[in-house]
Nanobody, 122 residues
Framework: VQLQASGGGLVQAGGSLRLSCAASGRTFDSYAMGWFRQAPGKDREFVAAISWSGSRTPYADSVKGRFTISRTNAKNTVYLHMNSLKPEDTAVYYC????????????????WGQGTQVTVSS
């Protein structure tokens, strides 16, 4: 599967963005999908994930209540709705595809998109 992330940009603190990740291939609905992010000088960290059915959606504590992950299997697309953005959310955001379980570890994902930059100004 190949992944293409989009929707990043510059936003003021308190604002919102919606990231999209479009997947190629006909087996999208068999994959769990995840969003990770990497800020300058920091390790890549888990943000959110969604199982193939959408029934399981774990979140990092730092984004819980502000971010929502969703997917539309008919469009081979996963979304990350980000509200109440903070400067510490500034990072490159990556989408990833893996097994059916919505894992929080990056090693569980075997396909990665190219990343989209999110910058939150204070």
């Amino acid at each position: 599967v190949q992944l293409q992330a989009s929707g990043g940009g510059l936003v003021q603190a308190g604002g919102s963005l919606r990231l999209s990740c479009a997947a190629s291939g006909r087996t999208f609905d068999s994959y769990a999908m995840g969003w990770f992010r990497q800020a300058p000088g920091k390790d890549r960290e888990f943000v959110a994930a969604i199982s193939w059915s959408g029934s399981r959606t774990p979140y990092a504590d730092s984004v819980k209540g502000r971010f929502t992950i969703s997917r539309t299997n008919a469009k081979n697309t996963v979304y990350l709705h980000m509200n109440s953005l903070k400067p510490e959310d500034t990072a490159v955001y990556y989408c990833a595809a893996g097994g059916p379980i919505a894992a929080t570890q990056s090693g569980s994902y075997n396909a990665w998109g190219q990343g989209t930059q999110v910058t939150v100004s204070s």
